[in-house]
Every structure is written in C-alpha cells, then in structure tokens.
C-alpha cells in the first residue's frame, strides 16, 4: 500500500513548536502566496519559507473548499498550494497545477523517492509527510481505573462508561463531528472498518447496507459520551479539549499530537499515549485512513514564478526545517527522527490501516455524507432514510460529472 509504505520507509513522529530555522540558502525576489491547512507542519514549513522574503502563506483549515476558485483565477491568487490524497483530485483534474517533473530535476536532490506524487507517470506534487487520525488518550486516566488500552470501539465505549461514571473529565470522549467534511470522513473510517465498499462497477453508490447503518449506530453511541456540541467539533477544538482537561480519549490525527506537550498551551504535557486507532469488528483493521499531505504548484502562473515557487518550497522542505520541527509531522523528509509520538500513526499503518481512497466519485460522496449524516445523529432520520439521502445526492452530482449514466 503506497501510504504504507511511506510511512514505514520513513520512520516517524509527529508535532512541535516552529523553531528558529537557518538563514534561508538565497533570496527570493518574487513575489509569492501559498494556500495551504493551518496545522503546526504547515506553519512549520511555510516559516521557513518565509525566511527567504516576498512571500506570504495563508494558513485556513478550510482551504479545500477554497483552492479550485483561486487556482482558477487568470492568474492565480496563489503559486504554492497545500494538498492531500482527497485535494488533490479536483485541482489535478481542472487543470489548475503543473507536472513537476522539470523543476524536480532542477531543484529537488534532496527529495525522497517517496516523496514524489505520480499521476499517468508525472509528477504532480512533492509529499512533505504522512497523516491519519488514531487514539490519544489520558494514560494517566487509564491507568487510574483500570482500563485497558482499547483495541476496538465496544471496548472504547467500555471504557467511556467507566470514566463517565468516574468523573475523571467532563466528557470521556472527544470526535472531529463537524458537521461537513469532518463528519463525512469519520463515517468514511468507520464504514471501510466494517468491510465496507463505497461503489458498485458501475459507479452507483453501495452505502445503504448492513455495513453503513453500523457504522452510523456506532457514531451515534460514541457521541453519547462527547459534548453536545460535537457537531461544531473539528481537529481543533479536539485537540483543546485535551489540552484543557475536558476529554479523556479521542480518534485525533497524528499531526495534532505533539501539541499536546506544548507547555505553552497545554494541561496534559506528557499524559497523553497514543495506540493504534481502534477496529470497529475484533481483528479487523483499524478503523482510519492514512493521508499524505504535500505541495502543489498552480498553473496559471509565468514560469518564472513556478520556478521561484518550487525553489522556495524546497527551501521549506529542507532538512534543518525537520530537525527544528521533528515532532511537527511525520516527516517524510530527510532528516526525521522518530518518536513516542509518533507510536499511534505507526501502529496504525502496520495493522494494515488502508489509505484514503481518493477519486472524484469518492469526493462526491465524501461531500453528500457530510451533508446528511447529522440528520441520524439528531434523530431527524433513521439510519436507512439518511444513507438513501447520501447516495440521492450523490447519484445527482455523480450523474452531472458523467460518472453515472
């Protein structure tokens, strides 16, 4: 599994403070803009960069839902984007950034082979790290009452109960539930856990089965035990959560754990262990997808810009960026040392957790199931009448992108 494989064949570790870099290795005399996720591996990097002059980076969380507009854009509004195995798909197919294979000659000696995003034998984006959401928890807590380290979501919930009936926090759990993207990639972990599959041969949705109302029954318990408010819930406000010592365990992407010993903002600095993220069936995988994260260069730009672009990205990307910012990210970059905080993501990948499995279909999907899947947990619908909402949505998009007849 190509995800895999870069993980293990870098090491890993993941997130820190943005320290001082070395002086940037020459200067950039043109203007430039990036769009990228907001996370500490981008601020990292994006620092760094910074370091060489004229250039801004915009940090947003919400950038996917921004990039295609503004790559659209005669010229575009930015040189460098941010992408992943899900953002990648619609700037790739519109259009709206470069093969990168000249500059790579150019510019990229010290790039990893793995780093290196092909499409159709081109390519198309330079991999800075890998991702995925697995189990944080209060080690402290667990130890406290006994609990074991939970290998699949019954036992999460188990042990849920036993820290609700405590009162070790306010709320056992926390969950990126945001109603949206959040939302539609939780029930995309859960579903893949029980053996699902998103599409007949034919593009048509397969989501209303035995495998989707589990994994929309197993949502809902779960949030029994978060604030009410999960469905304002993302990345962030998960990570405050156990920073504050409001949450005793939660499914949280790894590049948000080393803010967790961040004393500058965090209660919890060294109680939190990470594990593999939980199965939703005994001896099944866990229930995560892996994701790279990694840089793009637009295509409405003038050469010279692209040229410049890349250069400064490479200037970010560089090994004294690492070793500065090691726990920021499971670097796939040379330099990286892992760690224990990088213990979750890596067990994660070993029991063969499966990628992302990123397309246009998947997407559309992506999309429709963050828009309909509150109905259940609000119990406007039943679990059958929201995944028939789902895969209606769908059907329309998909019909009007020319994947369905």
């Given at each position: 599994m190509f995800a895999k494989r870069m993980i293990c064949a870098a090491s890993f570790m993941l997130l820190a403070s943005v320290s001082a870099q070395a002086a940037c290795s020459f200067e950039n005399k043109v203007p430039l803009k990036s769009l990228t996720a907001g996370f500490e591996a981008w601020k990292a990097v994006t620092t760094t960069m910074a370091e060489c002059g004229n250039f801004k980076p915009e940090l947003d969380q919400e950038f996917a839902q921004k990039q295609v507009a503004a790559f659209s854009a005669q010229p575009s509004l930015y040189q460098i984007g941010g992408v992943a195995n899900e953002t990648l798909v619609p700037v790739l197919q519109e259009g709206l950034i470069r093969p990168l294979d000249d500059l790579v000659a150019k510019y990229g000696q010290n790039l990893n082979a793995n780093q290196l995003i092909k499409v159709d034998g081109k390519i198309v984006a330079i991999a800075m790290m890998v991702n995925a959401q697995h189990l944080m928890y209060r080690e402290d807590i667990f130890k406290n009452l006994g609990i074991a380290l939970p290998k699949t979501y019954d036992e999460v919930l188990a042990a849920a109960k036993k820290i609700k009936d405590a009162g070790s926090v306010p709320y056992p759990l926390g969950g990126t539930f945001k109603t949206g993207w959040n939302l539609g990639e939780e029930f995309i972990n859960?579903?893949?856990?029980?053996?699902?599959?998103?599409?007949?041969?034919?593009?048509?949705?397969?989501?209303?089965n035995d495998a989707g109302v589990k994994a929309l029954q197993m949502m809902k318990a779960l949030t029994e035990y978060m604030d009410p408010e999960y469905l304002v819930s993302d990345s962030t406000t998960v990570q405050q959560q156990f920073q504050q010592e409001k949450?005793?365990?939660?499914?949280?992407?790894?590049?948000?754990?080393?803010?967790?010993?961040?004393?500058?903002?965090?209660?919890?600095?060294?109680?939190?262990?990470?594990?593999?993220?939980?199965?939703?069936?005994?001896?099944?995988?866990?229930?995560?997808?892996?994701?790279?994260?990694?840089?793009?260069?637009?295509?409405?730009?003038?050469?010279?810009?692209?040229?410049?672009?890349?250069?400064?990205?490479?200037?970010?990307?560089k090994e004294e960026m690492v070793k500065a910012n090691n726990d920021a990210a499971v670097w796939l970059v040379k330099g990286f040392e892992p760690g224990r905080l990088s213990q979750?993501?890596?067990?994660?990948?070993?029991?063969?957790?499966?990628?992302?499995?990123?397309?246009?279909?998947?997407?559309?999907?992506?999309?429709?199931?963050?828009?309909?899947?509150?109905?259940?947990?609000?119990g406007k619908d039943t679990a059958e009448e929201t995944l028939k909402d789902v895969e209606g949505e769908y059907l329309t998009a998909a019909k009007e992108k020319g994947l369905v007849n």
């Open positions: 859960m579903y893949l856990g029980y053996g699902g599959k998103f599409f007949n041969a034919d593009n048509t949705p397969s989501i209303n949450i005793a365990m939660a499914s949280l992407w790894a590049s948000r754990a080393a803010a967790m010993d961040d004393p500058k903002e965090s209660k919890v600095v060294g109680k939190i262990a990470m594990a593999a993220a939980p199965a939703a069936i005994p001896g099944g995988k866990p229930a995560t997808t892996i994701w790279w994260d990694g840089i793009t260069i637009a295509s409405h730009i003038t050469d010279e810009e692209a040229d410049a672009a890349f250069r400064l990205a490479m200037e970010g990307l979750g993501a890596f067990a994660s990948a070993e029991a063969d957790a499966p990628s992302y499995p990123a397309s246009t279909a998947l997407g559309i999907m992506h999309t429709a199931l963050g828009n309909h899947i509150a109905d259940f947990l609000t």
